[in-house]
């Protein structure tokens, strides 16, 4: 299977639950932390490729839930920036194998990519934090 380098957002349930998944179907980690890592915004974009930006954005985090951050509204360059500021705001997990990157849990297109056992993945859909009503993003 895959060596996977995952940068996660530490303490965050729904990153614990993804690394259950991949761990479940074989593969190799290498956790990192998300908000640590000195990101440029070179490096940023390689994990989103030609994704919409707004899919770059995770939705769960408290200045999009409140309407202060439209993703749907902001571009390419002002994305990494912000982003590049404000980790909080990047989609989690971001995850790496070899020279491919890939930004969020996305069942089908993690399948897709490297494997995942469907009985790891479950009924639950891990693309999510399960507690993003009682926490901060």
Do not use: Y
Not at 45 to 64: C, D, I, L, Q, Y
Not at 85 to 94: D, F, M, Q
Request: with cysteine; hydrophobic share 40%.
């Amino acid at each position: 299977m895959a060596k996977v380098i995952f940068w996660e957002k530490p303490g965050c349930q729904g990153n614990a639950r993804q690394k259950e998944i991949l761990l479940a179907s074989g593969h190799e980690l290498e956790v990192r932390n998300l908000l640590t890592e000195a990101w440029t915004e070179e490096e940023l974009a390689r994990f989103f490729g030609s994704r919409p930006v707004a899919e770059w954005f995770n939705m769960t985090n408290p200045k999009v839930k409140a309407g202060e951050i439209a993703p749907s509204r902001v571009g390419r360059e002002e994305a990494l920036e912000m982003m590049v500021a404000e980790p909080l705001l990047i989609v989690r997990p971001l995850m790496q194998v070899g020279g491919e990157r890939l930004a969020g849990f996305d069942v089908g297109m993690v399948h897709n990519w490297i494997g995942l056992k469907s009985e790891a993945v479950g009924d639950r859909d891990p693309k999510n934090c399960p507690c993003v009503q009682s926490q901060a993003a």
